[in-house]
Each structure stands twice: as C-alpha cells, then as structure tokens.
C-alpha cells in the first residue's frame, strides 16, 4: 500500500479547546490540500493541550472536549485524523486518541501507561486502557500508541500482534537534555524488535515549566530514522510510504547538548511571555554573568525591543559591573535605566534604627538591598506590563543563595534549572554565535556585590565542586556517604547538603522556571518543608 | 477472648526516621508497663510520618526505614505493635504496616487502595496490596487496613470473610471542616455492615499545609462509637475489649465547626513555627480583622511572649486603624512597634519618578506601599530568627486582591484557606472567648487603606456574594452558567471568575497555608498558569 502520513508538530494552547479545535481543522485542511496527506497525527491530549492538570477534574471542560470531537469530525472529512483527548464514559476519564475519517470515528484507543512520576501525574486523573486498537486505511493496519506507552516493549509488541503494519504514535514529551537522543533509541530499538515503521509526533512549545522540543520523526522497520522534524520549532510535514515502508525524507540535524538547551531556554521564555500576554520582559543586570545570560536568552526569545534592562547599584557595586552591564545591553541593543538603590535602603535603615539597636550586621542588611530592587522592578514591572524576569541559577535555588522577595522577585525564572558551570557554557555559547557578553563576565569572580569585597566563594564551595556535589544529590538521591567515596570534600559535601535540605522553603516560593535537566525543582522534585531528614 | 488495645494518636516527625523509631518504642513500653495493654496501633507510615513525600524516592531513607522495624521489633518484645512503614521489596515499594512481636514480624499488610486524588499523590511512590492479612493474638484475629482501604466496603468485606473479628486500621486522614463526622460515618456503616469492631487510628500534628486532627475512634460491631479520642491533642488511649466487644470507653466532645476550624489553625501554626526552629512569629497589624484574628491564632498557638506585631501605618491608614490595632496588641499582651512606611515610599517614588514621569497612578502606587511593609516586616524576621506570617485569607488569594512579595510575603499563611465571611465568624468566636478583637474591626467595611477611602468592595463584589461563588466555582467545580442560574448577578459572577482564573500566578509563589475545606490551594488544586481556559 502507499499513502502519505502528516506530522503535526505544531503548537496547540493548554485549556483553549475552542482555539485547538480550529487549529486542527485548519491544518488538517492544509495537509489534504497542500501536501496531499492521507492521514494526519497531531501530538498527545491535542483538543486540550498537555498539561492541562486540574482543568481535566471540571466537568464542563471535559464536556466541551468531547463535543470538540464531533465538531471536528464534522468539519473535515476528506482525511483521515488522529486527535488526542480527554475521552470521558461513564465515571472514567481516558487519555485517548481518536481517528475521525468521513465525519465518524473509525476508531478510539485509550492510553494504556500513565505516567505518574516526575512531573507527570496522569493517574490523578485517567484510568487506564486495557486494549490495543487498530484502524485500516488505504489497505494498511495502523496501531495506534500515547506517549509512555511506546516506552513499553509489552504495548508494541501487542500491536505487532495484533496485525499493524505501521505503529502511530501520539506524544507530550517533554525536553530534558538528552532526551531527544533517549526517545529516538528507544523507539528505534521498538522498530527493529517488531519489524514496525513508526511514526512519532511530538507536542511543541513551551507551557509554565515545561518545553515540547517537538523532534518528531518516523523510523522504518529497520530502525533507521528516515525523517526528522526541526526541535523547537512548529513543523507541519508528510512523509511518503511506499508499499508499507516510509521514504526517506528530510533528517533536520540535531543541536548538540549546549545549543540544544540554549533553545530550550529561548522558547520556554517567548511561550511563557507571549502566551500570558505580557507586552514585554525587564530584569535587573547587575555585571554578573546569570543576569547578562538572561538578557541575551531574552533578546534571542522576543526581540531587543520588547526587552529592557535596569541596573541597581549600591555602594558595594564596582565600577566594573555597571560598565560591563552598559555593554551587554549595547551589545544587544536593549534600553537600559541605571536607578541607585542608595535612597531607598538608607529609608529602611533609618526605619528599622531603634527595632535594630544593639544588633549586629548580618544577612538581614544583605537582604534590604535585594529586596529594594525587586521593589523597583516590580514596580517597572507592573506599570509597564512587563514581566519581570529573575536571574537565580539552579546552584543558587539549590543551596538558598538568593533573596526571597528580593533578586527571586519575579514572574518568570529562565535559568532557575541551569546550573552556574552551565550558565558560563551557555554564555560562551552565545557568544560563539556573536559577541555579547564581555569576557570579562566571564572570567571574574562571581559576586552577589551586597557586602564589601564579597564572592560567592566566601560562602559557598567553589562551584565547580558544588555543582557536581548537587547534581549527585538532588538529580541522583546520593547519599553524603556515596558523594565523599567518590572523592568529594567532606566539608564542601556537608555544606551543600545542608543548604539544600534547610532551603526547601526558599524553592516553594520562587517563581517557575524551564526544566532542562532530568530533575528540575517544582513539580518535579516534591519534598516536604517541615522535615526531618537530614542528608548529613 | 479478652484483650486491651493501645491507640497511639501521637506525634511523629516527617523524614525524621530515628526519632519516630524511639517514640515508637517509648510509646509501646509505656502502653505495656503503664496500660497493660496487650497491642498498640500506631497511624499510617509510623516510621517516616506523612506525608514524605518525594522522601521516598531516596534510597538511604528507604533502607533506613526498613532497617528501623528490625530494631524496634528488637527493642520490645512484650507487647504487639501495629506500625507503618513503606516496605522496600525488590523494585517496588509498598505502603505496608506490620505487626511486631516477641521480636519477631508477625504480620506485613500492604495498602490496597492508594489514593492518587486531592492532596494525595501515593500512586507516585507505592505499588498496590492485592490481598488481606490476617494475624492471631489471644485468642481473636485481626484484620488490617491502612487509610482509604477501610473507605471500600469491598476491602472491608474480604476481612470479614477472610475470618476477622476485629479491624484495625491506621490512618493519615488529613483535616478538613466535616472529615472527623465523614469519616465517622463511614467506618460505622462499614462496622454495622460487616458486624466487625473497627479501631481507627489517626496522625495527629501539623506538616506544611496539612493538619492532622487525630480524633482515633473505637467502633462496635453494631456501628456506635465507644470511644474518640481528643481532636487536635497528642493522646495515648486504651480500650479494653471483653469477649472480643470493645467496651465503653471516653468519648471526646466533638467541636462545631467554627470551632473545630479555629483548632485546627492553632495546630497547623504551632507545629509549622516549633517543627521548623522559629523563635517565635511576627506580623503586620492593620487594624482589619484578618490580621486581627491571625494575631489571636499565633498568640493561642505559640503565646504572647513568642509574638510581635508591627503596625506600619501610611498617608491612608485611618486613626482607627492605629487605635484598633493597638487595642489587640495589648488585649493578648504582644509586644508591637510603630513604622510608618512613608520615608521608603518616598524613597521609591522619588527614584522612580523620571522613568515613571507621564505615566498615571495605578495598583503599582499601591504595591509600593505594600511591598515597603514587606520589606519591613522580612527584615526583622531575618534579624530576630521568628517567622512572618501573612494575613490573606482565600477570597484574596481566590481572586489576586493581594501584592506579591508585599502583603503575601512570609514564610507561613494561616488563613489562606479561610474564606472572609469565615474570617469573622472566627474573629466572634474567639472573642466568645475572651474579647481581644475590638467591635469595629469587626464592623467596619474592610479595606487595604492603600488609596484614600478605599474599600475592597470598590473592586470586588460584596463578600456575602463573592465567597459563595467562589466555593461554588474553585471547591465544586460549578461553571459560571450553573452559579447565574442559581441566582447569582452575572457581573458578579463574570466578575470573580475572571479573577480567580487570572491570578493562578500569584497563588503559586504564596507561602504555604492551612487546609481546612474540602479544596485548599497548593497541592489540592493544580492548575496551569499558562491556560487558555476562561471559566466565563
């Protein structure tokens, strides 16, 4: 048999079921008219977007996504549509998907693993499937997967089974690095085990802590990836099968470990931004070289124009950290305010003199500065419309190295996943690509600039201990024993455990962020405040 | 047969494994030595405490955990113990209980309903029991449940018919207004209709946003209730039971509600401040009656001595206000200091005049003012050691009426889950027990005293109003349609929800709060920030 299969990889809106249901009708359309498609697969949960979370728990917005079925089944009947959506029967809910051909359904296919871990939580809401479903077209048997269950070599295999010729599958894959490479093995080594071509479609786009990197592809029977979709961006292709066998079409390259999280990082920032309507973005850019990250991550996401940078100084800021902030937002073209916080600290100073008689100097006086430049952003922030942007590393987040309220003010936290060896990689990254950042960001040592002389390193292990010592422990679950035998310091060990584990209130707090790694905070990482554990 | 059976409705450290283990065995030594009994129950996951949450994906305190019912089975030897613990077998762990006696396991139990709903989420960490466990001491034998079990008749069922005479059954049954009469109810069905006595074993103590109410119970086989302990206490109990029948025993007076959600705030303050090694708390005191009835609960929950309130009045904070204010302080006897915020304002208007210059005053004017008080209060928090509390309550929270990183600041929200009109029907009761709130705080229309003569209901509709739509919207799941046509205005309607579905953001950096209706914020509701959906 031959016919053609469209891949859409395209961008559909968590709880917009209205928007997504036109979306799908369009581009289904355009793929039977244009590309002259037999068959079109949209990525996982497609009427609802993914994750739609507690929304799948209303009533009325599982109504409306069920009708959204038979309204699009009306609307376009000349190609045969895979759709995913939250299929309701009964007291159930089902993660299912759907073939609509002719204004019926051909066929309907509940998920049969639901993932309940990491950031994932679909037990919460689905039950799951208990039957492969298998639908012909054009003298073919399609089987039909949801994400997870093409993990499950039992799932495939009930397919082959079964009688499919092609495997299709639906996905909402999210990006950690390295998982594009992840799910291309397994999927290849599925293909070859069962002999089954497999078409895979992954969600795009960015939603709250999450990125789809889209990533698509179709593998033959061989295990050989014949086509492959652009990562991070929205893709609207078809692939040829001639007598059952996809064709080779186009392989679009695959970034490397660096870029590949930099474009993450782009179109996590540009969907959060643009989707919650924000006019624009602003953060604080003190010389330091997260702030001179995020300013570039930002330009790269909405434009120079929509991007503006305020600089903060207090009489701890050298000279060199407003000449090289000067710089990077020359360097980028981005407006820029220079606004010292010397007035407003020396207010809450006077205020706080008679309550803070007789005390010494501690973090509090710390954390006054802080505090009064996010009172100033938050201000820009919500006169202007902007969102404002932190720039808090996972290193920091990690360990509670930043103010609550303070430089952790903030609607949006690009680099809150990015650990700060990664936020230098990034950085030379960027600059790779054209000179933004001085070298001189780069090179100094890193500095929170709110006590005299001051660096990190007075207060924390030099990071390139510390990242490796966190990455054991809060991405693997090492013990402080497994960490030491692997040759780290006990003292710099113990003291990054403890931040850790004494910070969780901090993390609670701070805004979300793009996940990048394995293990990012927030959803994905769901530990008790109040505890007694201690890692040492 | 004859036999005394111990309800351990006592205290236990979440992630803390050693000191649960050493209550553990000091609680069974004194039920032995002390109570003669012969077997004590302790509440759900004894070992770790509940919830760990993602605690139990740590392989050293899963090890730990198991090791530990070695050595307690160790430690004592004369009495049986019924605990929790989460069992490690191969790669699947279980949320278990077993029976330890004569140093020996006696019995191993694992939960077969796993609630993966609401504030649950043991689907994450636990695989399923499939089957009943039975065990033989004096004669009689005993059935096991753990939790959301003893809610499924069918489980409840296959005991009985299995051979039980009496049901044991350990719990983590977190507080809400109602859950001790609910679950009440259905344990005595279950007994009536299965003719078993059932002994309930609850947590007690606060942990993050959940409190534990304890309120253990002993039902007979004919479904009445011979005994409760305490709500809201620490409490070691011993029923005796007499030819297999529990005999009369106290019963605990059960709380009203209004008063049951006053313990219930009391408790979860306590145990967050003294579990966390706060000193004490401090808080902004407007002179409304939220921050008058949070300054009651910390006061009832830590004492006078422990509490200091700050009254940082503005240009638009009426004299009333101060007066009122101070009225309270001194009526619980707390310390308070007087900061007015107007040089930090100016401060910040003056730095932000020239970026601000042409731009017209809006809700950025307010959140200054706010943010200043933030700052304020923060800083002496840092300086002292003793927490911040806030003093939102859940129509605020419900519909953004509230400024990030300003009065939302702190590190704990006790009356995030309390609705306004609840708000003073607790500010009346707690002066039914003695007056410290003033009259008028609780008569005069409520105000943020942010804008001159400004009333919340300039912005919002009356609170008799909005919080009926909101609990129908965000508790039941009702659509706007649905709230209309049970006779609400539309605009208020249109209104409220519009709020509620715009401000998700602000919700998720809040601190973390109090649960005490059937749906709080946090981990009960979980909804996308980034969302399409608009519930009008």
Request: charged letters at 20%; one cysteine or more; glycine letters at 6%.
């Given at each position: 048999?031959?016919?053609?299969?469209?891949?859409?990889?395209?961008?559909?809106?968590?709880?917009?079921?209205?928007?997504?249901?036109?979306?799908?009708?369009?581009?289904?359309?355009?793929?039977?008219?244009?590309?002259?498609?037999?068959?079109?697969?949209?990525?996982?949960?497609?009427?609802?977007?993914?994750?739609?979370?507690?929304?799948?728990?209303?009533?009325?917005?599982?109504?409306?996504?069920?009708?959204?079925?038979?309204?699009?089944?009306?609307?376009?009947?000349?190609?045969?549509?895979?759709?995913?959506?939250?299929?309701?029967?009964?007291?159930?809910?089902?993660?299912?998907?759907?073939?609509?051909?002719?204004?019926?359904?051909?066929?309907?296919?509940?998920?049969?693993?639901?993932?309940?871990?990491?950031?994932?939580?679909?037990?919460?809401?689905?039950?799951?499937?208990?039957?492969?479903?298998?639908?012909?077209?054009?003298?073919?048997?399609?089987?039909?997967?949801?994400?997870?269950?093409?993990?499950?070599?039992?799932?495939?295999?009930?397919?082959?089974?079964?009688?499919?010729?092609?495997?299709?599958?639906?996905?909402?894959?999210?990006?950690?690095?390295?998982?594009?490479?992840?799910?291309?093995?397994?999927?290849?080594?599925?293909?070859?085990?069962?002999?089954?071509?497999?078409?895979?479609?992954?969600?795009?786009?960015?939603?709250?802590?999450?990125?789809?990197?889209?990533?698509?592809?179709?593998?033959?029977?061989?295990?050989?990836?014949?086509?492959?979709?652009?990562?991070?961006?929205?893709?609207?292709?078809?692939?040829?099968?001639?007598?059952?066998?996809?064709?080779?079409?186009?392989?679009?390259?695959?970034?490397?470990?660096?870029?590949?999280?930099?474009?993450?990082?782009?179109?996590?920032?540009?969907?959060?931004?643009?989707?919650?309507?924000?006019?624009?973005?602003?953060?604080g850019?003190?010389?330091?070289?997260?702030?001179?990250?995020?300013?570039?991550?930002?330009?790269?996401?909405?434009?120079?124009?929509?991007?503006?940078?305020?600089?903060m100084?207090?009489?701890?800021?050298?000279?060199?950290?407003?000449?090289?902030?000067?710089?990077?937002?020359?360097?980028?073209?981005?407006?820029?305010?220079?606004?010292?916080?010397?007035?407003?600290?020396?207010?809450?100073?006077?205020?706080?003199?008679?309550?803070?008689?007789?005390?010494?100097?501690?973090?509090?006086?710390?954390n006054?500065q802080a505090r009064c430049r996010g009172v100033l952003l938050m201000a820009?922030?919500?006169?202007?419309?902007?969102?404002l942007?932190t720039?808090?590393?996972?290193?920091?987040?990690?360990?509670?190295?930043?103010t609550l309220y303070g430089d952790m003010a903030g609607?949006?936290?690009?680099?809150?996943?990015?650990?700060?060896?990664?936020?230098?990689?990034?950085?030379?990254?960027?600059?790779?690509?054209?000179?933004?950042?001085?070298?001189?960001?780069?090179?100094?040592?890193?500095?929170?600039?709110?006590?005299?002389?001051?660096?990190?390193?007075?207060?924390?292990?030099?990071?390139?201990?510390?990242?490796?010592?966190?990455?054991?422990?809060?991405?693997?679950?090492?013990?402080?024993?497994?960490?030491?035998?692997?040759?780290?310091?006990?003292?710099?060990?113990?003291?990054?455990?403890?931040?850790?584990?004494?910070?969780?209130?901090?993390?609670?707090?701070?805004?979300?962020?793009?996940?990048?790694?394995?293990?990012?905070?927030?959803?994905?990482?769901?530990?008790?405040?109040?505890?007694?554990?201690?890692?040492?």
């Amino acid at each position: 048999m031959n016919l053609k299969i469209a891949l859409a990889q395209t961008p559909f809106i968590v709880g917009d079921i209205a928007a997504n249901s036109q979306q799908i009708i369009a581009t289904a359309q355009y793929a039977k008219q244009q590309l002259h498609a037999d068959l079109i697969v949209f990525p996982e949960l497609t009427v609802t977007g993914y994750p739609a979370e507690d929304l799948l728990l209303r009533t009325d917005f599982i109504t409306q996504a069920n009708n959204a079925i038979y309204e699009i089944a009306q609307a376009i009947t000349d190609i045969a549509i895979l759709i995913g959506y939250p299929e309701h029967d009964g007291n159930k809910l089902y993660n299912s998907a759907v073939v609509l051909h002719h204004g019926a359904i051909v066929a309907n296919y509940r998920k049969q693993a639901l993932p309940n871990y990491g950031v994932f939580d679909e037990q919460r809401y689905f039950a799951a499937g208990e039957q492969v479903c298998l639908f012909e077209l054009n003298g073919a048997w399609f089987g039909i997967t949801i994400c997870e269950d093409v993990w499950q070599t039992q799932i495939v295999t009930q397919n082959k089974q079964a009688g499919a010729d092609i495997l299709l599958t639906l996905n909402a894959s999210p990006f950690h690095a390295g998982k594009m490479q992840q799910r291309e093995h397994i999927v290849c080594e599925q293909a070859k085990m069962t002999q089954l071509p497999i078409v895979y479609v992954n969600q795009i786009g960015g939603q709250d802590e999450l990125v789809f990197d889209g990533s698509s592809f179709v593998v033959n029977q061989q295990g050989e990836i014949v086509f492959r979709a652009k990562e991070f961006a929205s893709q609207l292709s078809v692939v040829e099968f001639i007598d059952g066998a996809p064709v080779l079409t186009e392989i679009a390259p695959s970034y490397n470990e660096i870029s590949s999280d930099y474009q993450a990082l782009v179109l996590g920032i540009k969907d959060y931004v643009t989707k919650n309507g924000f006019q624009g973005a602003i953060l604080g850019l003190s010389g330091g070289v997260d702030s001179a990250l995020v300013l570039a991550l930002a330009v790269d996401a909405l434009g120079a124009d929509k991007v503006e940078a305020v600089l903060m100084p207090s009489r701890y800021t050298q000279a060199m950290s407003i000449e090289d902030a000067e710089l990077e937002a020359n360097a980028l073209g981005v407006n820029y305010h220079i606004i010292p916080i010397e007035p407003a600290v020396n207010a809450f100073t006077q205020m706080l003199a008679a309550v803070f008689a007789g005390t010494k100097k501690d973090a509090t006086e710390e954390n006054i500065q802080a505090r009064c430049r996010g009172v100033l952003l938050m201000a820009m922030s919500n006169k202007q419309g902007k969102i404002l942007l932190t720039t808090g590393n996972k290193s920091e987040m990690s360990v509670g190295y930043a103010t609550l309220y303070g430089d952790m003010a903030g609607g949006f936290a690009p680099i809150k996943d990015v650990s700060k060896l990664l936020v230098y990689k990034l950085a030379q990254y960027r600059n790779s690509l054209s000179a933004v950042i001085p070298e001189r960001v780069i090179t100094r040592p890193p500095s929170a600039e709110l006590a005299p002389d001051q660096v990190d390193e007075d207060s924390l292990p030099p990071y390139d201990q510390l990242d490796a010592i966190l990455e054991r422990y809060i991405e693997r679950d090492q013990t402080a024993q497994d960490i030491i035998a692997a040759g780290f310091s006990p003292a710099h060990v113990q003291r990054a455990i403890s931040l850790v584990d004494r910070n969780e209130y901090k993390r609670r707090q701070s805004p979300p962020g793009i996940k990048i790694t394995p293990r990012s905070f927030g959803r994905d990482r769901r530990y008790p405040i109040t505890s007694g554990y201690r890692g040492v």
